[in-house]
């Protein structure tokens, strides 16, 4: 799957898992969240389609950011899941935030490897002369 597109998708999904929430607690700030990290990646996949590299970047840190910012909640799914504590929606919101923000980072580092990788193939072949047939 293109990568552009996969930004694209991440970035609903996280939107709406902030709507679902927030249908679910009324609690505006999980609404911002889901919207603000979901919007970002959307934007960086558009961002992408003009100038590649640096919509990977930009996704990059995006997704770092989602990452760290929600992973304690994804520390409270797994303490609800090993002991009788509660879980509440908010907690299971940005775990998927988490969760997501993860599949992303990932993909986007790949992406930034082959990105290089290309780059430097198409160095190598434009330093590289091909040898002459004059006698």
Not at 5 to 13: D, K
Not at 36 to 60: D, E, N, Q
């Amino acid at each position: 799957m293109n990568l552009r597109v996969l930004l694209i998708i991440g970035g609903v999904m996280i939107a709406a898992i902030g709507v679902l929430a927030f249908l679910r607690t009324r609690d505006g700030a999980i609404l911002n969240a889901g919207m603000s990290l979901g919007g970002i990646f959307v934007i960086c996949g558009l961002f992408s389609i003009k100038l590649p590299f640096h919509g990977l970047i930009a996704a990059t840190v995006t997704a770092m950011v989602g990452l760290a910012g929600n992973l304690s909640s994804a520390a409270d799914i797994f303490r609800a899941l090993t002991a009788a504590i509660p879980l509440t929606p908010q907690a299971t919101a940005r775990a998927g935030f988490a969760a997501v923000s993860l599949v992303l980072l990932i993909a986007a580092l790949r992406g930034i490897q082959r990105f290089r990788v290309s780059h430097r193939l198409q160095q190598q072949n434009r330093h590289h002369r091909p040898p002459s047939n004059k006698p």
